[in-house]
Every structure is written in C-alpha cells, then in structure tokens.
Nanobody, 115 residues
C-alpha cells in the first residue's frame, strides 16, 4: 500500500519559515520524481516545486529563491523548506510522487501565513 504522509504545516507569521516533510512508503522512492503542489482557497492546485530522481530541481516563479525542495532516498522523505513566507503562501500543500504512469498524492498539510 502506497502512502505519502505530509507533516510540518501550521500557522506562521509573515516573514517566517516552515519546513514541510513528506514520508513515503510502499514505493521505490529513489526512482520517483517528487513534487510539492499547493491549493489556495478558491484557486486551482498549482505545482510549486519539483525534484527529479536524479536531483534536478525546478520552482514556480512565485516561490523561487524562497523555497527549497530536497529528497533523501535513504529516509524515503521529501522536504520543502519555506522561507520568507507571505500571506499569499497560505494554502493546502500536497506531496506528489510520479514514476512513468504511476502518480500518488498525500493528503495535504495546511499552511497559514498570518499576523
């Protein structure tokens, strides 16, 4: 059974930082491309950061320079370090794993940026 379990969300003040984690089980983690998506209230889900099985990263313009994605194949864990958070970063954040036609999602973790 495949599971992606996110953690690390919460309430943070503008300018603050959070670190999201995604623990994967039931997949050969090292061969999967991993990503983080987010969905703000009333908006579509958007891709914000991705990392290939080979370690190549890509970021949406909205988070470039502030967020860092990484993956640890030994721990089967993907992380998203989020710095300089702003109210517009408020959203539900989802972990995504993809290998060929296999796509898996986590249940999401909520990030709220507010003073």
């Amino acid at each position: 059974q495949v599971q992606l379990v996110e953690s690390g969300g919460g309430l943070v003040q503008p300018g603050g930082s959070l670190r999201l984690s995604c623990a994967a089980s039931g997949i050969s983690f090292s061969v999967y491309d991993m990503a983080w998506y987010r969905q703000a209230p009333g908006k579509d889900r958007e891709l914000i950061a991705s990392i290939t099985s080979g370690g190549h990263t890509n970021y949406a313009d909205s988070v470039k320079g502030r967020f860092t994605i990484s993956k640890d194949n030994a721990l089967n864990t993907e992380t998203l370090q989020m710095n300089s958070l702003q109210p517009e970063d408020t959203a539900d954040y989802y972990c995504n794993a993809q290998f060929l036609t296999r796509i898996y999602w986590g249940q999401g973790t909520r990030v709220t940026v507010s003073s």
